[in-house]
């Protein structure tokens, strides 16, 4: 049995751990998750040294390069704040697999004080701020993917759509293959390019079937894939990260 996880209440701080994608390729995504916790009245704290988590170099089976990598963000944490990270993936990869990187080594205690304070962002906004939101923008049809690791490793299908359940102009449309992988899935799309292409035009002809004019995620790397995808086959849909989509329709 899943345990159950304990919440603590909104806290005055919190750490913001920000990904390489959205470093490299959706700054603006960081940003806006920013703004979101800044508007509830919590100090976000950036750490300027951190880097990678490591999930590449885990699930490609690279386990020392990936702890070396691990090892280098654990020091980057030493108060003790809440870390948000705006992706499922990498917030499943340092809750999840940190503890079992660093089992029996020295850095164990520090491993599973980091994993046990992670969040990943809608969880946090739900489960920690509460956040209630206040719907500005214009009707529109919406579908959400969630991660295959938010989905299924951090346990959180229903954070993103309770959010989005608070936009009173969004009709949040379901999608026949809602729980299908994007095809992405980190070094996969690298690795079976063949294979991602035909799970990505999957889920893509899924979310037009259901009439969403607009889609959201909360791993830049599923974002990536699925409006790439649209890009290509010049469809109208377009796509952006969660946080981009409620900062923009709540400010």
């Known amino acids: 049995m899943t345990p159950v996880k304990c919440y603590p209440s909104k806290p005055e701080k919190v750490y913001f751990f920000g990904t390489c994608l959205i470093d490299m390729f959706y700054p603006e995504a960081g940003l806006d998750a920013i703004r979101l916790l800044e508007r509830e009245g919590i100090e976000v704290i950036f750490p300027e040294d951190q880097t990678c988590c490591g999930q590449p170099a885990h699930t490609s089976g690279y386990q020392s390069q990936c702890r070396a ?39 164990e205690a520090r491993a599973k004080d980091v994993a046990g304070r992670v969040f990943e962002l809608t969880e946090f906004l739900v489960h920690v701020c509460h956040l209630k939101l206040d719907d500005r923008g214009e009707p529109q049809k919406l579908a959400m993917h969630t991660s295959c690791s938010a989905r299924r490793e951090m346990g959180l299908a229903e ?24 095809g992405f899935g980190g070094t996969f799309a690298v690795r079976h390019p063949e294979v991602s292409a035909a799970m990505v035009e999957d889920k893509t002809q899924a979310i037009e079937a259901a009439g969403a004019e607009h889609f959201v995620t909360s791993d830049c790397g599923c974002l990536m894939n699925i409006a790439g995808r649209f890009d290509h086959r010049k469809a109208s849909v377009k796509g952006e990260h969660i946080a981009s989509y409620l900062w923009r329709r709540t400010s």
Do not use: K, N
């Open 69 to 107: 990598v691990a090892l280098a963000q654990l020091d980057l944490f030493p108060d003790p704040w809440p870390i948000v990270v705006p992706s499922g993936s990498c917030g499943g990869m340092m809750s999840t697999h940190y503890p079992h990187l660093f089992a029996g080594t020295e850095h």
């Open 159 to 182: 954070t993103g759509p309770a959010l989005l359940a608070q936009l009173g102009q969004v009709e949040l449309v379901e999608q026949a293959r809602t729980a299908e992988c994007c």
